[in-house]
């Protein structure tokens, strides 16, 4: 018989009391829920000294890097802007109860499809400590229990804050159990997460691709995360040339760094010669660099050129691949091979090869004349969101309120039995 | 390096022109997937004598139970329902290009929700023959590609009927890599398409609980299966007596092997010594056997008694659970501690009682007033089903087609740019 470790003992009595947690929730009304989120955000408020100290001492035991030390850095604005965020989320529509579908059978039973908590979620993350804050608000709100397991450099931080989000939590007369920290930094707490089969519904990973792909290649449970973003914006030969000019260079540079940033440029043969060295010359006066194919090459002859991994390769950074395409076949060709299926665009004032650019594409997203970096669910409308998703299932693009929901089936009848 | 087995290297291959075909079939009219399955079904009738030779060779070589070879074995009349389920399913309403939701941003731009095939879809099945023609049915209307993996026992008749459906597709125009079989049963596909992240969008395992399981412990691919039903029939102190009977009588009786069917009664103090004796009368007539509580027993002595883990059993069979509760929250507080979150039935003329159970339960599916052997496709108006999926994402309850598909988004703008 193996010996459970301390850590998945601990994740088994906290995912039950979650479980627990997670049913009150359930049918806790929104003024209640919203309540709860108001009270909250006055604690993290009052708790904002605690909060900074345990953050002190988190940084006095970093070591890291400049920019990940930034991440880990809260101020008075940091504390105040989670404790906003916490009262932005309340103010959101409630995801819960909508009835997505409802029908009477010739039997006459009544059949509703209703949006209904997941349940218990583990939430895997690294050091920004405000994640730990806004997922558990868009958890609250969303009828979730959530198990946060934020990185080990900002342990302090994450239960300064998670104390002061139960203080309010129970003010509110709500289970403590809704959200959870692991009581150590225990690595082997990660584990017990990613093997807790029946112990948490879904697992959503927050951080660099390493931690994600750790955790698509070892969880046990359902995973919502984002995986890789490349992005194309196929500029076709109707095109509006000055809007091709000003959604290239926003939809690659504006932020590089995102997952919805251009990363591959496709351009239609028939208008490389007369549109491509404007869209480089903006680029490269935004700081641009490039990888281009020989037929791009020929036309702006100083691109550097691509090689073959380049086009299979997510940027992240003031670098684009360029390539010319023959119409909208050959692009969406391009894009099927070397795409992730995350978020593609094309730019033409023909509107029936939009629709078949849009009808053929492949990705969560698919844009006609917009930037790229529209993928985003502040962009959607969604208020608030807690990532991106790439998989297939459940839950496609931005992850708001409505994709930490699923459905359940309530069956009115007067007595019926099965033939 | 590690070397790749030959069944990682099929799929690989098989998965990847998969992909290829699922594209093509994303893009295609309902008209088109429906004169397919139309086409594959004559194509069935006319392979008739090739599937029932094929099936003759694997019941030759079979040695098992005399119940699994009834599973096994095919005759006229069967692939004859296998080619009626295809036009059926060709019947059916397209649940693909569906617009879930629309809405304008304030910027102008037009963002739609649309349901879009899931992609790849692995099936891993038993014994059954005509659940890989009825799968491929759904798959196809769909939109998704299938890889379907059958039990080794009917890899012969797998063959036959997947030459058939493929001959039917290439008359159709459509690729016939939308449906594909293994080459030979070599064990290790089975392994491979569990282990087959990024090449499969998604498995579902169709069979008994150890197979089920052990997609379920090892599948790096998200899974949509059925584990557990402990379904609950709880008849509340406002029943109606005679309804009361007729119910539970069906939902424990009708088929005691569904998935459906109800494992446990619960009745109220209240009305127990009037209401369980007709009702285990009635049960008793139809042949099923009783574990019971103590306070049960007072009212029915000769009930068995009910040891700790009777209450946790899925009997699916002519057994049933039988505990005496107080009120609506001492029933959902049984069902929280014993269900396995699948179909749960109360039994009530009280309305605000009625609603109070349908509230606070946490399974797919909660009926008032009504048989839990209602939980079934065909029964919700689906038409057609490849299963119940008893996980709390993407689908619960019964999968149809629309299960069968997730969304994206098509975003249409004038030249926007993100601020």
């Known amino acids: 018989m193996q010996v459970e470790t301390e850590a998945i003992q601990h994740l088994r009595c906290a995912a ?4 627990e947690a997670s049913r009150v929730l359930a049918a806790t009304g929104t003024d209640r829920r919203d309540a709860g989120l108001r009270i909250m955000a006055t604690s993290l408020r009052d708790h904002r000294q605690q909060i900074l100290a345990a953050n002190s001492a988190d940084l006095a035991a970093y070591s890291g890097t400049n920019a990940f030390r930034d991440r880990l850095t809260l101020n008075e ?53 405000n994640v730990g804050a806004d997922a558990s608000a868009l958890c609250l709100k969303s009828g979730n229990a959530v198990i946060l397991r934020g990185g080990s450099d900002s342990l302090n931080s994450a239960r300064a804050i998670n104390t002061a989000l139960v203080q309010g939590l129970e003010a ?11 009581p150590n930094a225990d690595r082997a707490y990660v584990a017990a997460m990613l093997a807790g089969a029946g112990l948490l519904d879904l697992i959503i990973p927050r951080g660099g691709k390493s931690l994600v792909e750790r955790v698509q290649r070892e969880a046990r449970v359902p995973v919502l995360a984002h995986a890789e973003g490349l992005c194309h914006t196929y500029v076709h030969a109707a095109a509006d040339p000055e809007m091709a000019r000003r959604v290239v260079a926003n939809a ?40 281009a194919d020989a037929a791009a090459r020929s036309v702006v002859p100083d691109l550097p ?36 299926s995350h978020t593609d665009a094309i730019i033409t004032e023909d509107a029936s090869v939009a629709e078949h650019f849009l009808a053929h594409i492949d990705g969560a997203v698919a844009l006609w004349n917009a930037s790229t970096q529209f993928c ?12 991106i998703a ?22 009115r009848g007067t007595g019926q039995v099965r033939a």
């Open 16 to 19: 039950h009391a979650a479980r």
């Open 252 to 291: 690659k540079m504006r932020r590089p760094g995102v997952c919805g940033a251009t990363e591959t440029l496709l351009i239609d043969r028939a208008i490389a010669a007369a549109q491509l060295p404007g869209i480089v010359g903006d680029l490269r006066m935004l700081g641009c660099d490039f990888r």
């Open 172 to 182: 509110a007369g709500l289970p403590r159990a809704c959200i959870q920290v692991p």
């Open 305 to 340: 050129a691509a090689n073959d991994t380049d086009f299979d390769t997510e940027w992240l950074d003031a670098m684009l691949s360029v390539a010319v395409v023959d119409g909208v076949d050959s692009a969406l060709a391009h894009i099927a091979r070397h795409g992730s």
């Open 390 to 411: 790439t998989g297939r299932i459940h839950a496609r693009g931005p992850v708001g309120l409505e994709q930490l929901t699923t459905y359940r089936y309530l069956i």
């Open 376 to 387: 985003d669910g502040g962009e959607f409308g969604f208020g608030a969101e807690i990532g």
């Open 77 to 129: 604005a940091r504390v105040e802007a989670m404790a906003q965020g916490l009262e932005d989320v309340a103010a959101l529509p409630d995801p819960l109860g909508r009835i997505l579908e409802e029908w009477t059978r010739p039997n006459g039973l009544r059949i509703q499809r209703i949006a209904t908590p997941i349940g218990v979620i583990g939430m895997i993350y690294e050091s920004r400590p």
